[in-house]
């Protein structure tokens, strides 16, 4: 049917205190911002349009004569479709359609295996989608999904768990192409030598994402051509896939993700929902809604892994480290391969001469695993801070002071220098701002009746990540700027940030430059994930903005009426090898108090302090590093999810039963930031904040559980039900 062209996207020491000044080691000045001065301290950009609701999301774009899709789940653990009773529910007043594997449009080849919907009878695991109800209101369409009658063969499944698992595989590559394994020195001698030495295994379950906003989709078809709203991490990336599943050119297909109510990587690359809203619109003819129910997020659209980690150090009596192994065991799918990379930070944090660090993956009847925010380091940095934290204990070495101790000079696994490395400033710092001296290192001595109080400490780390990304900035005669590109803004106020460098560059006051972006129409740009956002797309806007201000230099007279465009990408640039390792790193501190008798561990402070380059908007930063710390609260006392063996998918499904912080939870936190200056990243300097503050954060709080109890626990989340039969009366 006629449509409309989509709108314009909106502009829119020993035992005993510790001191952390030796005055043979050369100090550098930490420098703390000052949020009066470091930073755009300018207001987010979309504030108004989010308080107001005038920003619109993926589920509120109602295209004219709309109709509306839900999505039906198998309900065995694995099989095969053997009968689909459509002509029950088509029979009913509204319903438009029943797509299923027998009569769904085919699909082209895709990347992601998981995108290819109701293209076989398989049922790789319970969750997966084998059928799809299109009908004129919501209501209808649920209650014809919740009916819909769909007969199966059952066979055998295999839901681990992974440890011991016989099928245990080493994979040649961990997520984001890190070697699964790898090796320096002789580790199993040097262990075997050391004067102290940490065997520890530290287990994690699934963790959910659950963004605010559902994964939602609305997509129309007209002359061939693909339009979808959809909520997602990177409209380019979507548009891509679509084009390629649905064989169409590129050109054809027009993806809109202008404002996306978080994601923290489940909306990193395209879900099922935008593949379904696009297939169920191109079988009716008409424009399709669908929103992915809650409860059925965990089986479709990623998690963090389940990890079983063994950390094993060995060290001299005075804590430095000679050998270290981090061992990593994690599950996958079926469908898709995805290896959690959690023993990777380790190659990076410590001086270790004699190092192994593995992974190995088992391929179970479950759920695909995928990104959540910080892949691999949230998981891996816990259990390794959670065993320098044992080996502080072992030695009697301050735990700050035993970090200090094994500061390497060069990156351990690469032996390149690094760019820059506050973690001894981080660590400085926020031991005088959290009050770290004078800490009684003995655990358990502070008590106020029933409750029990202790402190800890965790590093952070985050890899530095930059992808090629397009853009373009145009200067009109009014003397107003436009800078185009097709980032995605979700959440983290990446329209401020752009606006405020195009200015810089521009040195042009920031109220006269509009950002479009959220569109795959606008020039190309990579996904919002990895922290990397700014770094990609605020290079290609500095580049088009300093490119424009030449020509404008250039230019005499008054600018055509058509104004003047610098457009530009930054394939050279981002495709440099670089020869220095490049790596943001913070420290993380945490006072909980622990209920003896009802086993409630509670975050009375959480401070972090972060070396991240330069921090381009001061609000936007607070924002970003305050909620991932919230997130470590979550992954260390509260989230937990259980993979039910006899169905093979995971039983807290929705916010009632998977239990994320909330304000309550935390009652006072605090985020600061070193003016930490790395001239080998990116002509803004920026290293990128979006994960580094979940990163050390369940570690901290680990910590400070055990300095508060004595108790060690290896596993979270630390759950009262855990707690109490280790705690004392």
């Not at 198998?74 to 529910?89: C, F, I, L, P, Y």
């Not at 005088?432 to 003995?442: A, I, N, Q, V, Y």
């Not at 800078?483 to 990446?494: E, F, K, S």
Request: some cysteine; proline content about 9%; glycine content about 10%.
């Amino acid at each position: 049917m006629p449509m409309n062209p989509p709108p314009q996207v909106p502009p829119t020491p020993d035992e005993g205190p510790a001191v952390y000044d030796d005055p043979a080691v050369p100090q550098h000045q930490a420098v703390l911002h000052d949020p009066a001065v470091s930073g755009d301290p300018a207001v987010r950009r979309d504030a108004g349009q989010k308080v107001s609701g005038t920003a619109r999301y993926a589920a509120e774009h109602t295209p004219p004569g709309c109709v509306h899709a839900v999505p039906v789940p198998a309900t065995v653990a694995r099989g095969r479709v053997t009968a689909v009773h459509a002509d029950d529910v088509l029979r009913r007043p509204g319903v438009h359609a029943v797509l299923s594997h027998t009569n769904a449009p085919r699909l082209g080849e895709a990347e992601d295996p998981t995108l290819t919907l109701l293209q076989t009878d398989r049922v790789p695991h319970r969750g997966w989608y084998v059928a799809l109800v299109v009908a004129d209101t919501p209501e209808n369409a649920r209650a014809a999904a919740e009916d819909l009658r769909i007969e199966y063969a059952t066979e055998d499944h295999d839901p681990g768990p992974p440890a011991g698992h016989p099928g245990l595989y080493a994979p040649e590559e961990a997520n984001g192409g890190h070697p699964a394994l790898r090796e320096r020195g002789d580790f199993d001698a040097a262990f075997a030598a050391s004067a102290v030495r940490v065997d520890a295994t530290y287990t994690m379950t699934a963790q959910h994402n659950h963004p605010m906003e559902p994964h939602a989709a609305t997509a129309w078809w007209e002359d061939g051509a693909l339009t979808v709203y959809d909520s997602s991490q990177g409209a380019t990336k979507v548009r891509d896939v679509l084009a390629q599943l649905f064989q169409v050119p590129g050109d054809r297909v027009t993806v809109v993700s202008a404002y996306v109510g978080g994601g923290f990587g489940s909306k990193g690359t395209p879900r099922p929902q935008v593949v379904l809203a696009s297939m169920a619109a191109l079988h009716v003819g008409r424009p399709v809604k669908l929103a992915l129910p809650r409860r059925e997020l965990a089986a479709v659209v990623g998690h963090r892994a389940p990890t079983v980690q063994r950390v094993r150090i060995g060290a001299n009596a005075d804590g430095v480290i000679d050998a270290l192994a981090h061992e990593v065991v994690t599950q996958t799918s079926t469908v898709k391969e995805f290896v959690e990379q959690a023993a990777v930070p380790a190659r990076t944090m410590y001086t270790s001469p004699h190092s192994r660090t593995s992974h190995r993956v088992v391929a179970l009847d479950v759920p695909t695993p995928s990104w959540m925010r910080a892949p691999g380091e949230a998981s891996g940095m816990y259990a390794l801070e959670a065993a320098m934290d044992e080996l502080a204990v072992a030695t009697g070495v301050d735990p700050i002071e035993l970090r200090l101790r094994n500061e390497p000079d060069t990156e351990p696994d690469s032996g390149k220098p690094f760019s820059s490395r506050g973690l001894t400033d981080c660590l400085r710092e926020g031991a005088r701002l959290f009050g770290w001296e004078g800490r009684d290192p003995r655990p358990g001595v502070r008590r106020a009746g029933d409750r029990l109080t202790g402190t800890g400490v965790a590093a952070s780390t985050y890899p530095y990540l930059l992808s090629p990304s397009s853009a373009s900035a145009h200067a009109a005669p009014d003397g107003t700027h436009l800078v185009r590109l097709a980032a995605t803004d979700i959440g983290t106020g990446a329209r401020t940030v752009l606006a405020g460098i195009a200015a810089e560059a521009l040195a042009v006051p920031p109220a006269s430059v509009r950002v479009e972006i959220g569109s795959s129409a606008l020039p190309r740009a990579p996904l919002a994930g990895g922290s990397s956002g700014t770094s990609s797309w605020g290079w290609a806007v500095h580049k088009a903005c300093t490119v424009l201000a030449g020509m404008l230099r250039a230019h005499s007279g008054p600018l055509p009426p058509e104004g003047l465009t610098a457009r530009v990408d930054t394939t050279e640039e981002a495709g440099r090898e670089s020869p220095y390792a490049r790596h943001a790193f913070g420290a993380q501190f945490a006072e909980v108090d622990v209920d003896s008798v009802t086993g409630e561990v509670r975050v009375r402070r959480l401070l972090g302090v972060f070396a991240a380059g330069r921090v381009l908007s001061g609000r936007t930063a607070r924002s970003q590093f305050i909620g991932g710390m919230t997130m470590g609260v979550g992954m260390a006392l509260t989230e937990s999810s259980t993979l039910d063996p006899a169905f093979g998918d995971f039983a807290e499904r929705d916010l009632a039963s998977y239990h994320v912080p909330v304000c309550a939870d935390v009652q006072a936190v605090e985020a600061h930031w070193l003016a930490e200056e790395d001239p080998h990243l990116n002509p803004m300097g920026g290293k990128g904040i979006g994960e580094i503050g979940i990163v050390g954060t369940a570690a901290a709080i680990a910590n400070a559980v055990h300095h508060a109890t004595g108790v060690r626990l290896r596993e979270l989340p630390l759950t009262p039900d855990r707690l109490i039969p280790h705690l004392p009366a």
